[in-house]
């Protein structure tokens, strides 16, 4: 069974710029999360959506964005980069989600705001 | 908001020796997750503990968890080298929304 797949691996954007990110979860998965990866603030969540609905949210900015489609696959948008926004991004994705399964991450994708 | 708290946050232990890490968080959960990251890559689950009093063993890692104390402990058993990296304690509270400690990097010396 495929993993939970993110593209692109790598990005290098300018500030002000805007980035999508890609995932794709494991085959059967409706739930997908985001996380960002930073050393110094750790892991934290940025959305979760569940059949195309967004049913939770982090305590990030609207620049953050993101979306689901009907083959669960998802999308993360940041618009106006920031410095700060360098980042790790891991998507994971569950089964039904809030039920006790754990969370498949993908292997993220590194961006690099310069 | 839920905090998650880790302690200790960076452990370098020789090979062969016991020790815990220890998972506190702040708000009423039963459901408390144990991953694993190696440098560069992603995170493995690999612990699900979904009740009080939930014991689980994998090789020389145990977890557990005492939902009363909001406590979860990772326990080390003969570490070896391989067993170097880092992990995170995450607790569950809304739907899929995971609460991460910070993280302890181990570090285990031959």
């Known amino acids: 069974k495929a993993g939970v797949t993110q593209t692109p691996r790598y990005l290098i954007k300018t500030r002000g710029q805007q980035v999508t990110l890609s995932c794709s979860p494991i085959?059967?998965?409706?739930?997908v999360s985001w996380y960002q990866q930073t050393p110094g603030q750790g892991l934290q969540f940025l959305f979760e959506y569940f059949s195309e609905t967004q049913r939770n949210k982090g305590n990030f900015p609207g620049r953050f964005s993101g979306r689901q489609f009907s083959n669960s696959r998802s999308e993360m948008n940041v618009s106006t980069l920031e410095l700060g926004d360098s980042a790790l991004y891991l998507c994971?994705?569950?089964?039904?989600?809030?039920?006790?399964?754990?969370?498949?991450f993908g292997n993220g994708t590194r961006l690099t705001v310069t | 908001e839920l905090k998650v708290e880790q302690n200790p946050l960076f452990l370098s232990m020789q090979e062969g020796k016991n020790y815990t890490i220890y998972c506190n968080y702040s708000t009423t959960s039963d459901r408390l997750y144990w991953y694993r990251q190696d440098p560069g890559k992603s995170l493995e689950s690999l612990f699900v503990l979904l009740s009080n009093g939930a014991v689980k063993q994998e090789g020389r890692l145990m977890a557990s968890l005492d939902t009363k104390a909001r406590l979860s402990t990772l326990h080390i058993t003969a570490a070896v080298h391989d067993l170097s990296a880092t992990y995170f304690c995450?607790?569950?509270?809304?739907?899929?929304?995971?609460?991460f400690g910070s993280g302890t990097k181990l570090n285990v010396k031959p």
């Open positions: 085959s059967g998965h409706r739930s």
């Open positions: 995450a607790v569950l509270y809304n739907f899929n929304k995971f609460y």
């Open positions: 994971a994705s569950s089964g039904t989600g809030g039920n006790g399964s754990p969370l498949h």
